[in-house]
Every structure is written in C-alpha cells, then in structure tokens.
C-alpha cells in the first residue's frame, strides 16, 4: 500500500466506526430496552480517545455530540457537552487506562458513561421539566458490560488497518 492510501485510511475507518455507531444509537430496541441501550457512540469515542488520541480528542467528541444532537432533535450541544466530556477523560489519562484490565476498564466505562448520562438527564430537567430518575443510568451499566466486546472489536480493526499512535 503506497503512503498516501495509508495515511488516509485511519481517518476513514474511524469515521466509519462512529458512522456505525451512531446509526446502532438511533436503531429500535425492544420496549423493554428503552433505559437500558448502550451509549455506542460513547463507547467508540471512549475507545478511539485511548487507542489514537492524537487523531481522536475533544474536538471529535464534540462533532459526534453535535451529531447526535441533530439526529435525536436535542438542544444543540446537549450531547456534545457530554461527550467533549468522555474524550477530555479519555485523552487525560489514555496511558494510565491503556495499563487497566478489561474489567477495571469496566468500572471507567461505567463512570463515564454515568457522568455523561448525569449531564444529559440535567440538561433535559432544565429544558424539558422532567424527572430525575435512577432508571435512567441502566445505560451505563449496559455500555459497561458490552464494553469488553466493543474494546475487541476495534482492537481488530485498529490492528487490521494498521491505525497505530
């Protein structure tokens, strides 16, 4: 593969990750489901800010934010707060998390995803009057335990495109 093929490829790959995930975030789940889907945007972010977060960072977050603010018909900068947040956390401290376990990294994801989440359901009491409810952080519990899947995944795709840092 000549250098100009490979030098734009990482960039595509990963745009197409968060292409992927976005369309999985607006996909219908069951009715019971409703509280409880993965935030896969924010488990794609939070991924790509650890793996490259020279190519990966706040300004990315805040785009895929913004991005779901367009498709889910939000305040804008809703979600691009939020996951500017993720990246901001995820490119801080990229070299110490890379050192977890998966399931320390469990644990991170979970608390992440709760902060973003917290930002999120504060963001709609103050616009839309609605209630604070614990029901609303079952996503993060689910965007934990799917977390070492997603990890996985785009580790063999990182590796399969020869996206390095």
């Known amino acids: 593969m000549n250098k100009a093929a490979s030098a734009k490829s990482p960039f595509w790959v ?12 607006m996909m219908q789940y069951p009715e019971w489901m409703t509280y409880a889907k993965p935030d896969w945007v924010m488990l794609v972010l939070f991924y790509w800010c ?6 990966v960072g706040v300004g990315c977050g805040w785009l895929a934010g913004m991005a779901l603010d367009v498709l889910y018909y939000s305040l804008l900068g809703q979600h691009a707060v939020g996951k500017a947040f993720v990246a ?3 490119v801080s401290t990229h070299r110490r998390v890379r050192l977890y376990d998966l ?13 973003d989440i917290g930002f999120t359901v504060w963001v709609y009491h103050l616009t839309a009057n609605t209630e604070i409810r614990l029901v ?6 689910t965007s934990c335990l799917i977390w070492p899947i997603v ?12 996206i390095s840092e």
């Open 88 to 90: 901001l956390i995820a």
């Open 50 to 55: 650890l793996a490259v977060p020279h190519r």
């Open 14 to 25: 990963i745009l197409f990750t968060f292409v992927i995930a976005l369309l999985l975030n």
């Open 151 to 162: 990890y996985n995944v785009l580790r063999r795709v990182r590796h399969r495109t020869g």
């Open 103 to 115: 399931w320390q990294q469990c644990i991170l994801v979970f608390i992440v995803a709760s902060i």
């Open 136 to 141: 609303f952080w079952q996503s993060a519990l």
